[in-house]
């Protein structure tokens, strides 16, 4: 696909702003807290900026959020809405992580930058006004799609660099296997959300080089250990194109004894919290209380 591919995932990327509209209608909670402040984070892969939301009072904790977008799409305020319903109901700071994608960066470019903003965030509870404990912020990360593979990634990388222990990870219909055929990947909708052609432009760009496609950081379900990995909340939607490999990791997890909360979300594809706002609610509430339990 070549040049072609490249052109097709600018072209998506430029129009983020304007397709990426599923959070208007779930903005349940944090509404009224004060626009996000600008972080920038050192990383092995230069500065990134990171997008800062407040709780309403006393922080408890940090959360970590990787958006989602193909590995393409570079558009945190997706994720506007979840960022502050976290830091509204959880009452924890929510770090919103704008790492770098295709074409222009490829794996595993964003897999270091949301590891690294994962370890510095961890590192500099002062910095963020979150609690430490032995000079280590309580934190937990997640995100949705393409950013739960980065913060499934990111909590491996943290396992096995010994760089910080977050609470909790929070993988929301993620992206586990980058190197299985994109055939393979398949759903009952005759026009799922999450299509083979999808698939294949994500492995042209950011996954150009295929040798590195079943490196455990691309595709963690592929890696060879995941016992010492973090509580999990694990949510897969019924429709889904990548529902079998989320639903295999929560297996795989709670056979290596990580505590795992794993939540089919019914009659959805791959966008899990469109369509009936009360389900929507629930599936939120899910998360809220996972993360609220996490770090307290």
Do not use: I
């Amino acid at each position: 696909m070549g040049l072609r591919a490249d052109a097709t995932a600018w072209f998506l990327q430029r129009s983020a702003s304007r397709s990426a509209r599923y959070g208007d209608a779930l903005r349940f909670s944090g509404t009224d807290l004060p626009d996000p402040t600008r972080l920038t984070v050192p990383t092995r892969r230069g500065e990134v900026t990171c997008w800062v939301y407040r709780p309403p009072g006393d922080p408890v904790g940090a959360y970590v959020h990787l958006h989602g977008g193909a590995f393409l799409m570079r558009y945190p305020q997706m994720d506007d809405f979840f960022c502050r319903h976290v830091a509204a109901e959880c009452g924890l700071v929510v770090v919103n992580v704008d790492y770098d994608v295709a074409p222009q960066k490829r794996y595993p470019v964003a897999q270091e930058q949301a590891h690294d903003v994962l370890a510095w965030v961890a590192h500099h509870p002062s910095r963020l006004g979150v609690p430490g404990l032995d000079g280590w912020a309580v934190v937990t990360v997640g995100g949705f799609s393409a950013g739960g593979n980065l913060a499934a990634s990111a909590a491996l990388q943290a396992r096995d660099l010994a760089s910080c222990s977050p609470r909790l990870q929070v993988l929301g219909v993620p992206s586990l296997d980058v190197a299985e055929d994109a055939r393979a990947k398949t759903s009952v909708l005759g026009r799922p959300m999450v299509g083979p052609d999808l698939l294949a432009l994500v492995r042209a760009t950011y996954f150009k080089d295929a040798a590195r496609r079943a490196e455990p950081y691309a595709s963690p379900l592929l890696a060879p250990d995941v016992s010492g990995l973090p509580p999990t909340v694990l949510l897969t939607a019924e429709y889904d194109a990548l529902r079998a490999e989320g639903d295999r990791y929560a297996v795989r997890l709670e056979e290596a004894g990580v505590p795992v909360t794993h939540r089919v979300v019914p009659r959805r594809d791959h966008y899990f919290l469109d369509g009936d706002r009360t389900q929507a609610r629930a599936t939120l509430d899910v998360v809220t209380d996972a993360l609220s339990a996490a770090v307290r």
